[in-house]
């Protein structure tokens, strides 16, 4: 199974907007609703933040929202933040498997 | 509270053997599919190997498939990843993780230990 395409960085200023993509296939993205978003910092281990394409955990900001357009999926954060600044992955189940993308870094300018 | 525990990583030899435990509290462990994801330093995430609540369903990543086996104990709230003909390419952080609905499996993980570091090297 393929890692997804995600963009290696993006960057925004404090305030803005910015959407992460996340291209698929019709085998994984394109066929499936369960599309997560994974938020890690530094040192840490990665965090829930988006699941089943737009839906957010208890305690996870309203400013993450996800969407799905074919075999792409797309993570909007807006309002961005200083503590915003981390690495992001998306990732996508498959029949009996999954698979995540390889990863985009957010810079806060 | 809901929490994982990773251990067991180190320093080992190609060709070594390293055996990681979770140890997991705060939730129904035997209800739920549990994973263990790496990370190899710099580098994204890759799954590595699921097991479903009752043990009876396991899959591996190619990657690993022959060399590690994944286990669990639920009187014992803990889950096992042992490694055998380690490789260069399986220095990583090791992170045991939780499918987020009891019973099910569709990659959405959302409790996570702290990972456990593991070097091949000789």
């Known amino acids: 199974q393929s890692a997804l395409t995600q963009p290696a960085s993006v960057s925004g200023s404090p305030g803005q907007s910015i959407t992460i993509s996340c291209i698929g296939t019709?085998?994984?993205?394109?066929?499936?609703?369960?599309v997560s978003w994974y938020q890690q910092h530094p040192g840490k281990a990665p965090q829930l933040i988006i699941y089943?394409?737009?839906n957010r955990p208890s305690g996870v900001s309203s400013r993450f929202s996800g969407s799905k357009s074919g075999n792409t999926a797309s993570l909007t954060i807006s309002g961005l933040q200083a503590e915003d600044e981390a690495d992001y992955y998306c990732?996508?189940?498959?029949?009996?498997?999954?698979?995540f993308g390889g990863g985009t870094k957010l810079t806060v300018l | 509270q809901v929490q994982l525990v990773e251990s067991g990583g180190g320093l080992v030899k190609p060709g070594g053997s390293l055996r990681l435990s979770c140890a997991a509290s705060?939730?129904?462990?035997?209800?739920?599919?549990m994973t263990w994801i790496r990370q190899a330093p710099g580098k994204g995430l890759e799954w590595v190997s699921y097991i479903s609540a009752s043990g009876s369903t396991i899959s591996y990543a190619d990657s690993v498939k022959g060399r590690f086996t994944i286990s669990r104990d639920n009187a014992e709230n803990s889950l096992y990843l042992q490694m055998n003909s380690l490789r260069a390419e399986d220095t990583a952080v090791y992170y045991c993780?939780?499918?987020?609905?009891?019973?099910?499996?569709?990659?959405?993980?959302?409790?996570w230990g702290r990972g456990s570091l593991v070097t091949v090297s000789s």
């Open positions: 705060g939730f129904n462990f035997g209800a739920y599919y």
């Open positions: 990732s996508s189940y498959t029949i009996n498997s999954g698979v």
């Open positions: 089943d394409l737009n």
């Open positions: 019709s085998s994984d993205i394109g066929g499936s609703n369960y």
């Open positions: 993780a939780r499918e987020k609905v009891s019973w099910s499996l569709f990659w959405r993980f959302d409790v």
